[in-house]
């Protein structure tokens, strides 16, 4: 089990998004290169639709054809935008929303906040190039799939990333760290989840939105430990493999500490699952703690130096095995895999 020379450490946890990926841990020593992500694949040119601009900057005068405009190009995520997200009233008669969107666009420090988003964001083609590459992979080993479009907007901090029909949308207030430090910690956010909120964070979230979106439905229909930490896994090796050159630490949130933790203890984190007879546990309060985001892992026996979410650490880390062990498997036949027993099986991940 873990060892026990630890220090205490007084701090609390929420939950919030983990991203957990490695190459290697503890004394298992086997490295993975991700072979799929050295396929070399065309650009697929991604140009994202700048949704949050064409609304704070719309012609109030002419305001209901500006909306209609805007609801004609967006579709759906025009009328969630302003029910869902923005939480407007919706009324038969009127919609467009014209009359709560009028009130929108005449609240200060929404107009305030669209002029400080659109000053860090007027150049957004560094996202549109490392998007261009994800996709070109994704088109290749997806060519079946509907290459989604990306469109940004701002929420006042609410959302990050939401997932619209074929559209993945960015909350791009929300990646703004270094203007907003202070905001954010007003609200009571915690320092672990601040630290992510940057700009290196909107790539990497928004291909974990498009295979969380790949793979939701088998974590309904499977319940157990096993099923819920192997999708965290092929989530996790899906944004590797569509982004081939963003760091570990990025794609997985965690520190270069926390990253070493896992890899140190790798033997420990299976032996812990393995002795509470977690893999095949089915009840969410009982394993939820190992894939939640937070400052450590908060479960019985896992000390508080440790990472977070290290179910999905090791998740991704059977993944891994699998993937190298069975290299005929293709990116698409992993996400739809859903024999997550066969998975562990083949992957043969015994660490020790």
């Given at each position: 089990m873990f060892s026990k020379n630890f220090?205490?450490?007084?701090?609390?946890?929420?939950?919030?998004?983990?991203?957990?990926?490695?190459?290697c841990g503890g004394c298992n020593k086997t490295q993975f290169n991700h072979?799929?992500?050295?396929?070399?694949?065309?650009?697929?040119?991604?140009?994202?639709?700048?949704?949050d601009k064409e609304l704070f900057e719309a012609d109030t005068a002419h305001l209901t054809e500006s909306l209609h405009a805007l609801s004609n190009k967006y579709g759906v995520f025009y009328t969630s935008y302003a029910n869902d997200i923005m939480r407007m009233p919706f009324m038969p008669e009127d919609s467009l929303?014209?009359?709560?969107?009028?009130?929108?666009?005449?609240?200060?420090?929404?107009?305030?906040?669209?002029?400080?988003?659109?000053s860090n964001f007027k150049d957004v083609s560094?996202?549109?190039?490392?998007?261009?590459?994800?996709?070109?992979?994704?088109?290749?080993?997806?060519?079946?799939?509907?290459?989604?479009?990306?469109?940004?907007?701002?929420?006042?901090?609410?959302?990050?990333?939401?997932?619209?029909?074929?559209?993945?949308?960015?909350?791009?207030?929300?990646?703004?760290?270094q203007r907003f430090g202070d905001f954010?910690?007003?609200?009571?956010?915690?320092?672990?989840?601040?630290?992510?909120?940057?700009?290196?964070?909107?790539?990497?979230?928004?291909?974990?939105?498009?295979?969380?979106?790949?793979?939701?439905?088998?974590?309904?229909?499977?319940?157990?430990f096993l099923a819920q930490m192997i999708v965290e896994g092929k989530i996790r090796y899906f944004m590797k493999a569509l982004l081939p050159n963003v760091a570990d630490t990025i794609v997985m949130g965690y520190t270069n500490a926390q990253l070493d933790w896992c890899q140190?203890?790798?033997?420990?984190?299976?032996?812990?699952?393995?002795?509470?007879n977690m893999l095949y546990e089915s009840e969410p309060g009982k394993f939820m703690r190992y894939l939640n985001d937070g400052p450590f892992t908060v479960a019985e026996d896992v000390p508080?130096?440790?990472?977070?979410?290290?179910?999905?650490?090791?998740?991704?880390?059977?993944?891994?095995?699998?993937?190298?062990?069975?290299?005929?498997?293709?990116?698409?036949e992993l996400m739809n895999e859903t024999d997550f027993e066969k998975i562990l099986k083949l992957s043969k991940y015994r660490p020790k």
């Open positions: 220090g205490n450490i007084a701090i609390w946890a929420l939950i919030c998004i983990a991203f957990i990926i490695s190459s072979p799929r992500a050295a396929i070399e694949a065309p650009l697929y040119p991604v140009k994202m639709q700048r949704f929303f014209v009359r709560p969107m009028r009130m929108l666009l005449g609240i200060e420090r929404l107009q305030e906040l669209h002029q400080i988003v659109d560094d996202l549109e190039q490392d998007l261009s590459v994800a996709m070109g992979i994704y088109h290749q080993e997806f060519p079946q799939a509907v290459v989604p479009k990306f469109t940004t907007f701002i929420s006042e901090f609410g959302n990050g990333n939401v997932i619209y029909d074929s559209m993945l949308c960015i909350g791009l207030d929300f990646y703004m760290n954010y910690r007003s609200l009571d956010m915690p320092e672990f989840m601040i630290a992510k909120m940057q700009r290196n964070y909107i790539v990497p979230n928004t291909i974990k939105s498009l295979a969380i979106g790949l793979t939701d439905y088998q974590t309904t229909k499977d319940k157990r140190q203890h790798e033997i420990d984190i299976w032996t812990h699952f393995i002795d509470k508080k130096e440790s990472s977070p979410a290290i179910g999905a650490w090791a998740g991704w880390q059977i993944v891994n095995h699998y993937m190298a062990q069975n290299p005929k498997v293709t990116l698409h």
